[in-house]
Antibody, heavy 119, light 108 residues
Framework: EVQLVESGGGLVQPGGSLRLSCVAS????????MTWVRQAPGKGLEWVANIKQDGSDRYYVDSVEGRFTISRDNAKNSLFLQMNSLRAEDTAVYYC????????????WGQGTLVTVSS | EIVLTQSPGTLSLSPGERATLSCRAS???????LAWYQQKPGQAPRLLIYGASSRATGIPDRFSGSGSGTDFTLTISRLEPEDFAVYYCQQYGSSPRTFGQGTKVESK
C-alpha cells in the first residue's frame, strides 16, 4: 500500500523558514517524479513544485521560485520542501504527492501538513 | 502558463441525477494531458480520471471523462450520496502544472 506521510508544518513568522518532509513507502520511491501541492484555507489546489527521479530536474510555480527548494533523498525514501522568506500568502496545507509518469498526474496523495505564516 | 477555468462554480443536484462539469483551457493541452480529482472536506484529493478519459483504479464507471484540445468534461451519470464533493481538473502537459479553481457538487 502506498503511503506518504508529511511532517514539519507549523506556525512561523513572516520572513521565516520551514522545512517540510515526506516519507514514502509501498512503492519504489526512486522510480517516480514527486510533487508538492498546496491548498490555502477554503481555497483550491495549487501546484507548487516537482522533482525528477534523480533530482536533476526541478520545476516551481512562479510565486515560490527563488524562495522554495524541492529536494529528495532516495536512500531514505524522502521528499523535502525547504521554504524560506515565508509570506502570509504561503499559509496552506501542503500535500506530498506521487506522480504516475514523468511529472504527470498525481496518483497518490499524503494527508497534508499545515503551514501557518503569521506574526 | 495554462489557465484552467471550471464551470459552473457550484452544481446543485439530487442523488440519481446526472452531473456535467466543464474544464476549459486557455491554450491547447497536448496529448490530452488532463486529469480530474475529487476532494471531500478534510481529505486529500483522489484521482478519478487521467489522460482526459481513462478511469483510475477503483473508480466506478458512473464517472467518465471526455474532451480534447481546450475543452474537457467530467460526467457523473447518476449521483450517489458519496459523490457530493469538490472536483478539480489539472493539466500536466506543460510547466507549471496548473489546476482549475474547482466545481462544488452539492446536494439540492
Amino acid at each position: 500500500e502506498v503511503q506518504l506521510v508529511e511532517s514539519g508544518g507549523g506556525l512561523v513568522q513572516p520572513g521565516g523558514s520551514l522545512r517540510l518532509s515526506c516519507v514514502a513507502s509501498g512503492f519504489t520511491f526512486s522510480n517516480y517524479w514527486m510533487t508538492w501541492v498546496r491548498q490555502a484555507p477554503g481555497k483550491g489546489l495549487e501546484w507548487v513544485a516537482n522533482i525528477k527521479q534523480d533530482g536533476s530536474d526541478r520545476y516551481y510555480v512562479d510565486s515560490v521560485e527563488g524562495r522554495f527548494t524541492i529536494s529528495r533523498d532516495n536512500a531514505k525514501n524522502s521528499l523535502f520542501l525547504q521554504m524560506n522568506s515565508l509570506r502570509a500568502e504561503d499559509t496552506a496545507v501542503y500535500y506530498c504527492a506521487k506522480n504516475r509518469g514523468s511529472g504527470s498526474y498525481v496518483d497518490y496523495w499524503g494527508q497534508g501538513t499545515l503551514v501557518t505564516v503569521s506574526s | 502558463e495554462i489557465v484552467l477555468t471550471q464551470s459552473p462554480g457550484t452544481l446543485s443536484l439530487s442523488p440519481g441525477e446526472r452531473a456535467t462539469l466543464s474544464c476549459r483551457a486557455s491554450q491547447s493541452i497536448g496529448s490530452s494531458y488532463l486529469a480530474w480529482y475529487q476532494q471531500k472536506p478534510g481529505q486529500a484529493p483522489r484521482l478519478l480520471i487521467y489522460g482526459a478519459s481513462s478511469r483510475a483504479t477503483g473508480i466506478p464507471d458512473r464517472f467518465s471523462g471526455s474532451g480534447s484540445g481546450t475543452d474537457f468534461t467530467l460526467t457523473i451519470s447518476r449521483l450517489e450520496p458519496e459523490d457530493f464533493a469538490v472536483y478539480y481538473c489539472q493539466q500536466y502537459g506543460s510547466s507549471p502544472r496548473t489546476f482549475g479553481q474547482g466545481t462544488k457538487v452539492e446536494s439540492k
